[in-house]
């Protein structure tokens, strides 16, 4: 049993640490229906990485519906950065004014190689959404860890 233990140690302490320190995320989700009196349809997507003391979100939304009354959309985008050590943070959100394409991007650098960023693409183009996310995180001493997810629906009948 002692022996087992030394081995399990020893392969932890053999990671690399990269591979424990740094994290990229994201989930996506859509929907659509269609019924007799009109159709909708909605999605999501959102992305998070963290690396050593930063933090970046994004997210978007959007959603569609045409019924007799005629047709509405919606779209929503938001982000946040953080560094727990004061490194530089920047997020940005904007929505075209047709509001038929939003961005939202977000960033966090604390320097010498750490940093995190996510950021998300959402549009409605003639009844169909879609929002796109992806997500990096980077630390020194090997690769950084991305994450991509989408999802697209769409309300024509």
Same mark, same amino acid.
């Given at each position: 049993?002692?022996?087992?233990?030394?081995?399990?140690?020893?392969?932890?302490? &053999? $990671?690399?640490?990269?591979?424990?320190?740094?994290?990229?995320?994201?989930?996506?989700?859509?929907?659509?229906?269609?019924?007799?009196?009109?159709?909708?349809?909605?999605?999501?997507?959102?992305?998070?990485?963290?690396?050593g003391g930063?933090?970046?979100?994004? $997210?978007g939304t &959007?959603?569609?519906?045409?019924?007799?009354?005629?047709?509405?959309?919606?779209i929503g985008v938001g982000g946040s950065a953080a560094s727990a050590n004061g490194g530089k943070v920047k997020s940005q959100s904007k929505i075209n004014p047709n509001a038929t394409n939003a961005h939202s991007k977000a960033i966090a650098n604390e320097g010498g190689g750490v940093w995190s960023k996510s950021k998300t693409h959402t549009k409605d183009h003639k009844g169909t959404v879609s929002s796109r996310s992806k997500s990096m995180a980077h630390e020194p001493g090997g690769p950084p860890a991305k994450s991509t997810v989408g999802a697209g629906a769409s309300s024509s009948q």
């Open positions: 049993m002692f022996t087992r233990k030394i081995v399990m140690i020893a392969a932890l302490a &053999a $990671l690399p640490s990269y591979a424990i320190a740094q994290s990229a995320s994201g989930a996506a989700t859509g929907g659509a229906s269609v019924g007799s009196c009109g159709s909708s349809a909605t999605v999501g997507s959102g992305g998070s990485a963290a690396a930063t933090l970046a979100s994004a $997210l &959007a959603g569609t519906s045409t019924g007799s009354a005629g047709t509405s959309s919606s």
